[in-house]
């Protein structure tokens, strides 16, 4: 429950606020020309006390009811914190009297008078001994109250994001990893098919690609948990699935890597990122060798981003559904970094730029 609270906060905002509540409590030495200053100090220093004395009162009730589970009825706080107040104010009335006496020059309550056109009575006067100072400081009290409500409604919505946040992350990995189970299967049927007719025709030729194709099944295996990887990691993987691609498809098939090395040893990206658009454009484009399909990865270090695109010759016959994977990768961006992803279709060419993220927890 200790957790929950922002003590830190609440300190920092009442150790801010309260020399500030303190000389708006002293404000009435100003009111005259010929200032004391160690009366001016001691008046300073006894309402930042008060004050600080109402911030500690206002998170005390609060922190009891937490303990006791007052929900719904924050009136009782609110109104235990004015009438607690009040007996703090009366408490120190005598002193703050004093002090305001020692303030106001001796013709003031004159002065009073003759501008009011009427006399200042005694009673008047001694009325303001406990009145005034209790209205002033139940004043700065309720003042107070709406500051640590707002603080805590604050904190309370941040933490409330944050949670919404973290399961719509999680809800993402899992639609992410049905998207993987769905692939899988189909990659492997077809891979598998490919790797026998190597090992009929080019044993060695069929050795290298069962080690592309049991790196790419350990790496599916080894980055489940993680968000994000580094860009080098996903190129590796790129480049095993896109030689093997490359086996099966001939000269129906050309790429270009084009990234500087220190922005691919550097940077991150979600994992799967760059796989999934080499992926998509694949599955959705026609290959032959007389209109090969040509894919280009290229990084941007100035604006730290990698684009990648491809000539655009789409399948007649594409009965699956599309979109399904840009979405998620889209949606995991923006639960990143608030970031989502840049997406150009022209007649000629398909482009989908994502940005390289520096900091994992950017969005938090």
Known sequence: MRKEI???????????????????????????????????????????????????????LY???????????????????????????????????????????????????QNLKRPFLPEQRM??????????????????????????????????????????????????????????????????????????????????????????????TSTNAQALITINEELELCKNYLNMQQVRFGKALLFKIDIPPEMAQAGKIPVYSIQLLVENAIKHNSLTVETPLFIKITGDQYLKSIKVSNNLQEKLNLVEEQGIGLANLKERYNLLCDDGITINKSGYEFTVIIKVIEDENCNY
Not at 23 to 47: D, H, Q, Y
Not at 72 to 99: E, M, N
Request: hydrophobic share 50%; charged share 20%; no cysteine.
């Open 6 to 60: 922002p003590y830190k906060k609440i300190f920092r905002l009442a150790i801010f606020t309260t020399p500030l509540f303190g000389l708006f409590g002293a404000t009435p030495i100003f009111m005259f020309p010929k200032m004391n200053m160690e009366i001016m100090l001691k008046s300073f220093l006894l309402v930042s006390l008060i004050i600080l004395l109402f911030w500690m009162l206002n998170l005390y």
């Open 63 to 113: 922190v009891i009811s937490r303990h006791y589970h007052f929900k719904g009825k924050d009136w009782v706080r609110y109104g235990l914190g004015i009438i607690v107040a009040g007996f703090i104010v009366y408490f120190f009335s005598d002193k703050l009297f004093q002090l305001r006496t020692l303030e106001i020059p001796p013709d003031a309550f004159k002065i009073f008078s």
């Open 127 to 220: 009325s303001m001994r406990f009145i005034m100072p209790i209205l002033q400081y139940e004043s700065i009290n309720i003042i107070i109250i709406v500051l640590l409500e707002l603080l805590l409604l604050r904190e309370n919505k941040q933490k409330v994001d944050f949670e919404n946040t973290q399961l719509r992350m999680v809800n993402l990995e899992a639609k992410h990893n049905l998207l993987k189970q769905q692939l899988h299967p189909h990659f492997l049927f077809n891979s598998l098919s490919t790797l026998n007719s190597l090992i009929k025709r080019s044993p060695i030729d069929a050795e290298q690609y069962l080690l592309k194709l049991s790196e790419l099944l350990r790496f599916s």
